[in-house]
């Protein structure tokens, strides 16, 4: 069973520039997450979705944060404009339903100077 | 607020030398209790789930169980390739969805 993809691996930008990052969850699962990990920190919970309607935004900074997850498969998670304090690896993990354990992707490993 | 706590934050074992993590939480109705395992450069790595007070889980050298307020990772003899950071999180029946996780364990196995 092929896992959750994420891409890119790796991105440096400069503050106030854009970024997008994209995930696509494991086949069948109707739950996707993003977390946000700073080093050094457990993941911290930005966004869920339940096919392709938000469940939890409540802890996503949305002057700046923004997801959408079209078709309830892929997804996409953009900062515009970043900030240095947004350094950190971006999770997206998938489920099969709410209650189940969750899969996590490689991430993404942002870096504003 | 749901919150989870693990200790130690750091571990230093010798090959071989069995020990325990603790992840202690606060929240309001538990739906679960994960396990992960984390690996520097790569996402969490799914363990465990434990659902009520009394269960237990095994696999390989690692044994995780859960009571009312904590849940323990039991890990026997350990190998190097055990070294990793443990994260615990847990699922509330209140509030947000989506996992609270603690800030994880890192556990070193020296040959």
């Known amino acids: 069973e092929a896992g959750v993809a994420q891409s890119p691996r790796y991105k440096i930008i400069e503050k106030r520039q854009s970024v997008a990052f994209w995930c696509n969850p494991i086949?069948?699962?109707?739950?996707l997450y993003w977390y946000q990990q700073i080093l050094g920190q457990g993941p911290k919970l930005l966004i869920q979705f339940q096919n392709n309607g938000v469940v939890d935004d409540s802890q996503l900074p949305k002057d700046r944060f923004s997801a959408e997850r079209l078709k309830g498969v892929d997804s996409t998670l953009k900062i515009q404009p970043a900030k240095l304090e947004d350094s950190a690896v971006y999770l997206c993990?998938?489920?099969?339903?709410?209650?189940?354990?969750?899969?996590f992707g490689q991430g993404t490993r942002l870096t504003v100077v | 607020e749901d919150q989870v706590t693990q200790s130690p934050e750091a571990l230093r074992l010798q090959e071989g030398e069995s020990s325990s993590l603790n992840c202690s939480y606060t929240?309001?109705?538990?739906?679960?209790l994960f396990w992960y395992r984390q690996d520097p450069g790569k996402g969490p790595e799914f363990l465990f789930t434990?659902?009520?007070a009394g269960e237990e889980k095994e696999k390989e050298r690692l044994k995780a169980t859960l009571t009312k307020k904590e849940s323990f990772l039991h890990i026997t003899a350990p190998k190097p390739e055990d070294s990793a950071t443990y994260l615990c999180a847990v699922l509330a029946g209140g509030g947000a969805d989506g996992l609270t996780f603690g800030k994880g364990t890192h556990l070193i196995i020296q040959p």
């Open positions: 434990l659902y009520s």
């Open positions: 086949s069948g699962h109707a739950t």
């Open positions: 929240v309001s109705g538990l739906r679960g």
């Open positions: 993990a998938s489920s099969y339903t709410r209650d189940r354990e969750a899969f």
